[in-house]
């Protein structure tokens, strides 16, 4: 009789939650040729493949090593005929046509352009293509676009928010949000979330968790810290949402990314002085102060770990975190909370203690 196969060594799981995976990345030049490939889809709408290229990428991040052969990904998971085709052709050519061809294009560059704005989707992007559109100058002077208010505010601080917000410039709107907070109440708890709580060097906005310990006080926390940072001249937009949480209509059994906490979108303006080490870099007009996007979100304080959880990110890392509670424990978990979907009606809540920060 054939001998048992030995389980296989330093398999890479087909989890993202499961892939110990550093900042430091060994295979950029796949992994950002799978990104044009990505968002190409999903400007076309192809969700299937779209995932595919970002599931393939996230693999690739995970390895401590740099990829130099096809042969050596073979025990990989999530890697398809069309993902190694791409690969093959960068390993051989340093490039990859398939996604030249998609850089090179004028519908492509375009939808890309305009959802870089603040406040702008593929769908209003489309649109404006649509009508023939090509430019921020073409848009901006054509009758009958409305621009919403967040729009206006993207395409006003452009500039700003479309470079890269550093460690340092992050630790700043952190202690002007600490300061506010700690005014109006002294059980607050502020805590970094998103990218930077990843350890990334840079982010496209700073992510907090913003809560208090006196259950229920949580949402006017937030109006009032927009509040205090309009009254000190530092809120150059906001987008306030309320809470929709209803424990009792929980668990909501659609795929849902979005939760129900009270949250806002802000842009920030940051002073120079305050940061170490200055502003990232020179603004060259003679500005000393940068517009910075903040995200501020404020559940229940009984919720904060499932939000600390939802908010840290990474995107696949939290959707695979979901499809592993599924698949491979029978259970569901959200933004709000963890469910045993064998017995729905008992969900779990962690014991206070497990789901504060550590001050
Ligand atoms: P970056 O450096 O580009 O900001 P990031 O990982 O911080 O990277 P964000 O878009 O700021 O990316 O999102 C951080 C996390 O918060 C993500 O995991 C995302 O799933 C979650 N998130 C963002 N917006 C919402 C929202 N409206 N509802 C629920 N979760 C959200
Ligand atoms: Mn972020
Ligand atoms: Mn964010």
Known sequence: PEAPKAAPVNTVSQYACQRRT?????????????????????????????????????????????VRCVGA??????????????????????????????????????????????GVGPKTAEKWYRRGLRSFSEVLAQPGIHLNRMQQSGFLHY??????????????????????????????????????????????????????????????LLISIIESLKKQGLLLFSDYQASTFDISKLPSHRFEAMDHFAKCFLILRLEGSLVEGGLQRAQGDGREWRAVRVDLVSPPVDR???????????????????????????????????YDKTKVEDFIIPRQTDSLPRQ
């Not at 052709?89 to 090179?104: D, N, T």
């Open 22 to 66: 550093t900042t430091e990345n060994n295979n950029r030049i796949f992994t950002d040729a799978f990104e044009v490939l990505a968002e190409n889809y999903e400007f076309n709408d192809i969700e299937g493949r779209c995932l595919a290229f970002r599931r393939a990428a996230s693999v690739l991040k995970s390895l401590p090593w740099a």
């Open 73 to 118: 990904t073979q025990d990989l998971p999530c890697l398809g005929e069309h993902t190694k085709a791409v690969m093959k052709e960068i390993l051989q050519y340093g490039r990859s046509f398939e996604v030249e061809k998609i850089l090179s294009d004028e519908r492509c560059q375009t939808l890309k352009l305009f959802t870089s704005v603040f």
């Open 159 to 220: 500039g700003d928010i479309s470079r890269a917000v550093s460690k340092a410039e992050a630790r700043a709107v952190g202690n002007i949000i600490d300061e506010a907070v700690h005014v109006i109440t002294p059980n607050a708890i502020l805590a970094l979330t998103g990218g930077f709580r990843r350890g990334k060097d840079f982010g496209h906005d700073v992510d907090f968790i913003l809560t208090t310990t006196e259950l229920g006080k949580e949402e006017n």
């Open 304 to 338: 904060y770990a499932y939000t600390m959880l939802g908010w840290t990110g990474s995107r696949m890392f939290e959707r695979d975190l979901r499809r592993f509670a599924r698949l491979e424990r029978q259970m569901l978990l959200d933004n709000h909370a963890l």
